[in-house]
């Protein structure tokens, strides 16, 4: 058998890294962040803790890493609508899509919610997703902006802060929360 080359031990360290980051996440979002154990994450993930500590130097390098992988998907929503919303039509497709990706990974947006109510996670947390948060909030400001809204910045916070709620009792309640019926109703009052 022939020694692996550097492309094939890239390759395996890739995969080890996206499993970790895989296994952090829903340990993340079902034990909190505080709560759980890079010695948890390690034995879940199928590796010692100190090749653990070989891929992320502390529980909050690599809860950094989980909220990146996370944000990539965001990230792919964010570049539909950076151009900005012209109209209804193109607000109610940004408003859908925005849900479709919740949907899609739900694991993530439970650890999103979870980290919100953490301290110990909150400044990190911050630091990460804040930046990115003020950049979609002024997408939707202006919009509103050019219907002439009076106050747009405060009409995209409560957009904001309805579709965090919305997202929220999805999250909390599942199959069960009659999300479209209520993004049908959110679409109406905002559009």
Known sequence: ???RTAKQYEEIKRK???LIIDTAL???SEDGYKSTSMQSIAK???VSK???YNYFESKEALLESVLRYGLDQFSAFYEQISSGISSEKKFEHAIRSNFDMIKSNKVFWKLYFNLISQPSAQLLFTKIIGPFLEEYMKVFETYFRKKGDKNPAVTALLLGSTMDGVSL???MMGEMYPLDDIIDQLIEKFK
Request: charged residues 15%.
């Open 169 to 171: 009792g999805y999250i």
């Open 50 to 52: 100190g090749n653990l």
């Open 26 to 28: 829903l340990r993340f």
């Open 44 to 46: 879940e993930a199928n």
């Open 1 to 3: 058998m022939a020694p």
């Open 16 to 18: 080890k890294s996206s």
